[in-house]
């Protein structure tokens, strides 16, 4: 079970523990998390090439895991 990501974690390691944040990644702008070479990059990687804020995207993923595992 994930409890928390880091941006330093790998987007096919995240998905591949809880795919359930797939639709967080996607709301954000991250439409290409199915790409076979997204599965490499990690979270801060991705976020960069996409023009997003990776601290945000992280926290809005640890918060939806926080209440997930409760």
């Given at each position: 079970?994930?409890?928390?990501?880091?941006?330093?974690?790998?987007?096919?390691?995240?998905?591949?523990?809880?795919?359930?944040?797939?639709?967080?990644?996607?709301?954000?702008?991250?439409?290409?998390?199915?790409?076979?070479?997204?599965?490499?990059?990690?979270?801060?990687?991705?976020?960069?090439?996409?023009?997003l804020d990776c601290?945000?995207?992280?926290?809005?993923?640890?918060?939806?895991l926080a209440v997930?595992?409760?």
């Amino acid at each position: 079970m994930l409890k928390e990501v880091t941006k330093d974690m790998l987007i096919g390691h995240i998905l591949e523990q809880d795919a359930t944040v797939a639709p967080i990644m996607m709301a954000s702008g991250m439409h290409c998390i199915g790409c076979p070479s997204s599965q490499s990059e990690s979270l801060e990687e991705a976020a960069m090439v996409h023009g997003l804020d990776c601290d945000d995207l992280v926290a809005k993923i640890n918060e939806y895991l926080a209440v997930k595992n409760e």
